[in-house]
């Protein structure tokens, strides 16, 4: 499984940006799609997540400011992120596991840059 990352950019304190996931390759079906994200000098968080058999999740400084969500028939994840601040400002990747034939595994997409400007 491949993931496609994109929608990252520069945005205003306050601003919103949208995230997209999507995932190809294969027979397989998606378990959870999730973001960690990541800035320098800081240890790399996850952000959100949502699973197949459960609601979505989130880091609690971005309760109630971002919203993950999934679109099944395009096995594509969405991060719908509004009221960003300065400290949003990271390296965003997005995660997706999955099961196949062989078992279960984690694909990785590659890092989309969020800078927010004051």
């Known amino acids: 499984v491949q993931l496609q990352a994109s929608g990252g950019g520069l945005v205003q304190a306050g601003g919103s940006l949208r995230l997209s996931c999507a995932a190809s390759?294969?027979?397989?079906?998606?378990?959870?799609f999730g973001w960690f994200r990541q800035s320098p000098g800081n240890a790399r968080e996850q952000v959100a997540a949502?699973?197949?058999?459960?609601?979505?999740n989130y880091e609690d400084s971005v309760k109630g400011r971002f919203t993950i969500s999934r679109d099944n028939t395009k096995n594509t994840a969405y991060l719908q992120m509004d009221s960003l601040k300065l400290e949003d400002t990271a390296v965003y990747y997005c995660f997706a596991r999955y099961s196949d034939y062989t078992g279960d595994h984690t694909a990785w997409g590659q890092g989309t840059l969020v800078t927010v400007s004051s």
């Open positions: 949502i699973r197949s058999d459960s609601g979505p």
């Open positions: 390759g294969g027979t397989f079906t998606i378990k959870a």
